[in-house]
């Protein structure tokens, strides 16, 4: 698996941003994906999952309501729709395939992880 995080960027507060994560080897269509943050000085954090089929997600708090995660197992790619971004969304997003086809919010149940990608959300 080879995961490539992409999407990132500056944004205003309120403004949106679209992340995207490519697996280049198509594997992860049979594993849950999720989406983590870290912020300088900060642990890495959940943010988000999709199970395999699409039709489970989970969102942490923070992002519930302004996020949203999707995929497309046609396009090897999973989405990370972001809204109304906040400067306590600066992070460098990070992509990861789940051992299963559920999900989790454990950092330590996910095998691959991508580069990650940097969001700054600052006037």
């Known amino acids: 698996v080879q995961l490539q995080a992409s999407g990132g960027g500056l944004v205003q507060p309120g403004g949106s941003l679209k992340l995207s994560c490519v697996d280049s080897r198509r594997t992860f269509s049979n594993n849950a994906v999720g989406w983590f943050r870290q912020a300088p000085g900060k642990e890495r954090e959940f943010v988000s999952h999709i199970g395999w089929r699409g039709t489970t997600r989970d969102y942490a708090d923070s992002v519930k309501g302004r996020f949203t995660i999707s995929r497309d197992n046609s396009k090897n790619t999973v989405y990370l729709q972001m809204n109304n971004l906040q400067p306590e969304d600066t992070a460098v997003y990070y992509c990861?395939?789940?051992?299963?086809?559920?999900?989790?919010?454990?950092?330590?149940?996910?095998?691959?992880w991508g580069q990650g990608t940097q969001v700054t959300v600052s006037s």
């Open positions: 990861a395939v789940h051992r299963s086809s559920l999900g989790s919010r454990r950092n330590g149940d996910y095998r691959y």
